[in-house]
């Protein structure tokens, strides 16, 4: 079960470097590229299997409240990749495209205090 564990963390971390490392790549011209919209279920999806995992440890449960607070802004951040996606597809069909920029700049600051909330925020028993 810890390797399992070990790979799901590295697929994770992976998510998230896809979602930072996608705005990055973008900055000049400020759109949704498929690696943050991947990057973003990524994440959700296997803080999902981090968080029923971590939960079975019954001689050092979770913090509940980190995890709630992690997965509202996980998912904060793939209902704003997937909208502006959708956007996006519709801009190349002819429809205007406002805010996009700053939608993506909010994504990847959003995934930033993620990583951040998960280094920095210890539970003290």
Not at 100 to 113: F, G
């Amino acid at each position: 079960m810890k390797l399992f564990n070990e790979i799901v963390v590295v697929v994770h971390l992976l998510g998230m470097a896809a979602i930072v490392g996608g705005w990055l790549a973008v900055r000049h011209d400020l759109r949704i590229v498929p690696s943050i919209l991947w990057g973003a279920r990524i994440q959700v999806l296997t803080g999902l299997i981090l968080a029923g995992v971590a939960s079975m440890d019954k001689e050092d449960p979770p913090n509940n409240a980190k995890l709630g607070v992690k997965f509202v802004v996980a998912l904060v951040v793939m209902g704003l990749a997937e909208s502006t996606w959708a956007e996006q597809k519709k801009a190349a069909a002819g429809a205007a495209l406002a805010g996009v920029a700053t939608k993506v700049n909010v994504i990847a600051w959003l995934a930033i205090l993620n990583v951040a909330i998960a280094a920095l925020w210890r539970s003290y028993s």
